[in-house]
């Protein structure tokens, strides 16, 4: 059901802002330049992966939105897999099982980006692949599936370049891990590969790192590292205020502390108890590369200037909470009735996933959710009509996308610029509710959508 919800969405959505940019400027580019030539990247809007897969999305299936977005699609699939089959290897109770399945699974926010043509929900199905991989191979010590585990992170990373970080933090997780259960002898094959895979990725990521880095494309964050956590804790509640104003923070407190203490609770069972027995180490594993990760970030900010990541570029961080959070109730399960808990938080999951997801736009472009409609308005009522259409800059790309694809030439798009140009005349405008009063002198109001995205036509 929720994949075909997906694939309704896919069909549905006006093409965003970022996606219209990503097709137009890489849709006839090859992705291998991008791997060792730093002049090609002027923008970090090519996700190397992304467009790979859409490239022959289209060759094969022909243009359209839909086959576009076809890869992130079907990445909803892998990830759904993942995230179920860790499920049953990484937690002992169904409680737990409900609670990470609800937590990864109807999260509305990461659920939009599996509808669109951008490299977040690919990131996101490899990243799930990785972990399911780990937790397989902590489990039968095969050294094959721990090579696939780095290969599944290296995908998720040409996806999105800034799930670079989880591979150090997995390395050296998998690598501290191995040696406290097994010695440096036996450790040497995990040790091997967990190292070799860090030179390779190393290697194939370092040119895109280095030109968005001289670029500054990669500046784009927060200051402060609890700032990004609340901003993704109320990216995940899809802005809803569900306990009044401070709703965000309470939750973000909430579920930090729910976190680190059962992070604690699985480093002291096994180091200071010395429980080594396979079961444990998966959500210690896991446990463990979160705190690298976070110690990452920090490094990263302090020696580097990096900004923390912030709304969809930190969405990498959802399934290892969630994961964590599920521990946490397998910690518990033991002393008390934790049924009741897995139950709640399904219920309280699907009521929020049902209460925000829409048809109509995303959290991320809000204010694209009229602009198919608008355009293709003003084609129908012009036809092969000469007319001019002026924008906000915010629509600008998804309008161009539009009328280039549909080979509308006798459409005029003014030039893409920041400022609003209020001094030519045009035929049509389409803004958002902030220049209402810049505008309507000079143009009527046809349409305003709930997300204050405007129709103007010239009176």
Same mark, same amino acid.
């Given at each position: 059901?929720?994949?075909?919800?997906?694939?309704?969405?896919?069909?549905?959505?006006?093409?965003?802002?970022?996606?219209?940019?990503?097709?137009?400027?890489?849709?006839?580019?090859s992705?291998?330049?991008?791997?060792?030539?730093?002049?090609?990247?002027?923008?970090?809007?090519?996700?190397?992966?992304?467009?790979?897969?859409?490239?022959?999305?289209?060759?094969?299936?022909?243009?359209?939105?839909?086959?576009?977005r076809?890869?992130?699609?079907?990445?909803?699939?892998?990830?759904?897999?993942?995230?179920?089959?860790?499920?049953?290897?990484?937690?002992?109770?169904i409680?737990?099982?409900?609670?990470?399945?609800?937590?990864?699974?109807?999260?509305?926010?990461?659920?939009?980006?599996f509808?669109?043509?951008r490299?977040y929900?690919?990131?996101?199905?490899?990243?799930?692949?990785?972990?399911?991989?780990?937790?397989?191979?902590?489990?039968?010590?095969?050294?094959?599936?721990?090579?696939?585990?780095?290969?599944?992170?290296?995908?998720?990373?040409?996806?999105?370049?800034?799930n670079?970080?989880?591979?150090?933090a997995?390395?050296?997780?998998?690598?501290?891990?191995?040696?406290?259960?097994y010695?440096?002898?036996?450790?040497?094959?995990?040790?091997?590969?967990?190292?070799?895979?860090?030179?390779?990725?190393?290697?194939?990521?370092y040119?895109?790192?280095?030109?968005?880095?001289?670029n500054?494309?990669?500046?784009?964050?927060?200051?402060?590292?609890?700032n990004?956590?609340?901003?993704?804790?109320?990216?995940?509640?899809?802005?809803?205020?569900?306990?009044g104003?401070?709703?965000? &923070? $309470? #939750?973000?407190?909430?579920?930090?502390? *729910? +976190?680190? =203490? @059962?992070?604690?609770?699985?480093?002291?069972?096994? !180091?200071?108890?010395?429980?080594?027995?396979?079961?444990?180490?998966?959500?210690?594993?896991?446990?463990?590369?979160?705190?690298?990760?976070?110690?990452?970030?920090?490094?990263?900010?302090?020696?580097?200037?990096?900004?923390?990541?912030?709304?969809?570029? &930190? $969405? #990498?961080?959802?399934?290892?909470?969630? *994961? +964590?959070? =599920? @521990?946490?109730?397998?910690?518990v399960?033991?002393? !008390?009735?934790?049924?009741?808990?897995?139950?709640?938080?399904?219920?309280?999951?699907?009521?929020?996933?049902?209460?925000?997801?829409?048809?109509?736009y995303?959290?991320?472009?809000?204010?694209?959710?009229?602009?198919?409609?608008?355009?293709?308005?003003?084609?129908?009522?012009?036809?092969?009509?000469e007319?001019?259409?002026?924008?906000?800059?915010?629509?600008?790309?998804?309008?161009?996308?539009?009328t280039?694809?549909?080979?509308?030439?006798?459409?005029?798009?003014?030039?893409?610029?920041?400022?609003?140009?209020?001094?030519?005349?045009?035929?049509?405008?389409?803004?958002?509710?902030?220049?209402?009063?810049q505008?309507?002198?000079?143009?009527?109001?046809?349409?305003?959508?709930?997300?204050?995205?405007?129709?103007?036509?010239?009176?």
């Amino acid at each position: 059901m929720l994949f075909m919800l997906c694939i309704y969405r896919a069909m549905h959505l006006s093409m965003t802002h970022d996606e219209s940019g990503t097709y137009l400027f890489w849709h006839d580019q090859s992705v291998f330049p991008f791997l060792y030539d730093t002049s090609v990247w002027t923008s970090a809007n090519n996700h190397l992966l992304n467009t790979f897969l859409f490239q022959i999305s289209e060759q094969i299936l022909g243009f359209s939105d839909f086959s576009i977005r076809l890869p992130n699609v079907l990445s909803w699939l892998l990830y759904g897999f993942c995230c179920f089959s860790l499920s049953q290897i990484a937690f002992r109770s169904i409680s737990a099982q409900i609670v990470f399945l609800s937590l990864s699974i109807l999260n509305p926010y990461i659920f939009d980006f599996f509808s669109l043509c951008r490299g977040y929900g690919l990131s996101l199905a490899f990243m799930s692949a990785a972990m399911l991989t780990f937790a397989t191979f902590l489990k039968n010590r095969k050294s094959s599936y721990l090579m696939l585990a780095f290969g599944c992170l290296l995908l998720s990373s040409l996806a999105i370049l800034s799930n670079a970080i989880l591979i150090p933090a997995f390395a050296i997780s998998i690598i501290l891990i191995n040696i406290y259960s097994y010695g440096m002898v036996r450790s040497k094959a995990s040790i091997t590969i967990s190292i070799f895979s860090l030179f390779l990725s190393a290697l194939v990521l370092y040119t895109p790192i280095k030109a968005l880095s001289q670029n500054g494309e990669l500046a784009y964050g927060n200051q402060q590292l609890f700032n990004s956590w609340t901003t993704l804790i109320q990216d995940s509640l899809m802005g809803k205020a569900y306990v009044g104003e401070h709703s965000f &923070s $309470i #939750f973000a407190w909430l579920i930090m502390v *729910v +976190l680190f =203490g @059962s992070i604690i609770i699985l480093l002291r069972k096994y !180091i200071l108890e010395n429980k080594r027995e396979n079961f444990s180490q998966i959500p210690v594993f896991f446990a463990s590369s979160f705190l690298f990760l976070v110690l990452g970030l920090i490094l990263s900010h302090m020696i580097l200037g990096s900004e923390y990541p912030i709304n969809r570029k &930190s $969405i #990498f961080i959802v399934p290892m909470v969630a *994961v +964590l959070l =599920g @521990s946490a109730v397998d910690i518990v399960s033991s002393s !008390i009735k934790s049924t009741a808990v897995g139950i709640g938080i399904l219920f309280l999951s699907a009521l929020h996933f049902i209460n925000t997801i829409n048809i109509d736009y995303t959290r991320e472009w809000w204010y694209e959710s009229h602009t198919e409609q608008y355009i293709y308005t003003i084609q129908q009522a012009h036809q092969n009509e000469e007319i001019t259409i002026g924008c906000h800059w915010l629509f600008h790309p998804t309008l161009y996308y539009y009328t280039q694809t549909s080979d509308w030439d006798h459409i005029d798009l003014q030039p893409y610029q920041k400022d609003l140009d209020t001094t030519t005349y045009y035929d049509y405008f389409i803004s958002t509710g902030q220049e209402v009063n810049q505008l309507n002198e000079k143009y009527k109001m046809l349409e305003r959508s709930a997300t204050d995205a405007i129709l103007w036509r010239r009176k």
